[in-house]
């Protein structure tokens, strides 16, 4: 009876809350697919071009998060390069974007130190940064080179959840909506033009963590 007992106790004991749940001074990170899916929209000359589109891409995906509490969370999203082709209904594809969106998020997770499922919400500030922006053959044939896009700042949202298969590990879902606002400036026939463009993209991540 008493190692009957004794053993009751200690599967208590690792099965208790801190076996499990995401505590206050923990750290842990996620990696995993994340897709960038943009609701894209323009103004200027591409505004007026039939079919404007981005695609959408999917990279590695990974977020570093540390609790401040056992239910506040502070997050950085971070992932591989991003590269989109921008194209037309006319045209079809006409150019390759390349983008980072790093994301600071405060988060409020639900739930308590106990508990094993952790759904999430978070706001925060996004930087997206824009590189090796090219126009392909189709675009150069219709007149355009000289691509590059301002770098934007915006408001980012995000609800996921969390659920943790031990002490140290765990598997994820997220979705992320950035406000992407920037400026896209070419040239057309040698004219220098200023357009611009709203992604305001959705990003969906799939994840398994690590505890430290």
Known sequence: MKKFTVAALALTTLLSGS?????????FMRAGPATVRPTEGAGGTLGHLNGFDVSNNTQLGLTFTYMATDNIGVELLAATPFRHKVGTGAT????????LPPTLMAQWYFGDSSSKVRPYVGVGVNYTTFFDNDF?????????SDLSFKDSWGAA????VDYLINRDWLIGASVWYMDIDTTANYKMGGVQQHDSVRLDPWVFMFSAGYRF
């Not at 392909?136 to 355009?144: E, M």
């Not at 949202?157 to 996921?160: H, K, L, S």
Request: aromatic share 6%; net charge negative; charged share 15%.
């Open 136 to 144: 392909n053959d189709n675009g150069k044939n219709a007149g355009l």
């Open 92 to 99: 079809g594809d006409i150019a390759t974007v390349h983008l």
């Open 157 to 160: 949202g995000q609800v996921g």
């Open 19 to 27: 076996a499990f749940a995401h505590e206050a001074g923990e750290f």
